[in-house]
């Protein structure tokens, strides 16, 4: 496609169930980026691939949260053991990797932990 | 840990005043970034400043880059109720690959 898709767009679960949003990137972008944000709030950065590089996961809140991306494309984020705490909108975003390089982001993905 | 601090958090002004955000930080950035977000959308970019003490312009609304490159300001001429929205101002570091960390926000909301 031509933007960034993510999905589920809702999500509405349990506390204490797992949840896996996922996120297709635009193509040939070397670097993906998951953020959170509470309503009305800015983005709290999450995770950030770029290429074949270790991802800097230095804003995963707990070891609750993971995520992958396979084969330089689609990523999937993944939170275990669901808490109330946890609902939020998880934006993904891509770019081309440059210091200028400007984000694109998905619709995001609203999670609602009951 | 690079934080970028954004003043004020809320803004509500009536149509056709002026306004300023500014976006704050101890770190330098190779670059910086205002973005636009309406609700149930992402972030749209407006601008990129990369060199110190630069100024941009678009329309209505002048960026600027601190001599330093740690700090940006947005100005507002003239506010029109379609400028409602979140005001994001964002900074790129280089980590072993450019990485872009955002600031809390400024909401802004226009009256008519």
């Known amino acids: 496609g031509a933007g960034v898709s993510q999905s589920p767009s809702n999500k509405v679960t349990e506390k204490g169930k797992d949840v896996e949003l996922r996120c297709d990137p635009i193509?040939?972008?070397?670097?993906l980026y998951w953020y959170r944000q509470s309503l009305g709030q800015g983005l709290e950065f999450l995770i950030y691939f770029q290429g074949n590089s270790a991802p800097d996961k230095s804003g995963l809140p707990s070891d609750r949260f993971s995520a992958e991306r396979t084969g330089g494309s689609v990523s999937t984020l993944t939170i275990q053991r669901t808490q109330q705490e946890d609902s939020a909108v998880y934006l993904c975003a891509s770019n081309d990797g440059t210091d200028t390089g400007e984000l694109f982001f998905g619709e995001g993905s609203r999670l609602t932990v009951l | 840990t690079q934080l970028l601090e954004q003043s004020p958090q809320f803004l509500s002004i009536q149509e056709g005043e002026n306004l300023t955000v500014y976006c704050n930080s101890s770190?330098?950035?190779?670059?910086l970034q205002w973005y636009r977000q309406e609700p149930g959308e992402g972030p749209v970019l407006l601008v990129t400043?990369?060199?110190?003490?630069e100024v941009k312009k678009l329309k209505r609304l002048t960026f600027q880059f601190g001599d330093a490159r740690k700090d940006s300001s947005l100005h507002i001429t003239a506010a029109q109720p379609g400028d409602t929205g979140l005001y994001l101002c964002?900074?790129?570091?280089?980590?072993?690959?450019?990485?872009?960390?955002f600031g809390a926000g400024t909401r802004l909301f226009v009256k008519a």
């Open positions: 770190s330098v950035f190779s670059s």
């Open positions: 400043v990369v060199t110190g003490g």
């Open positions: 964002a900074g790129q570091t280089y980590t072993g690959g450019f990485k872009t960390i």
């Open positions: 193509s040939g972008h070397t670097a």
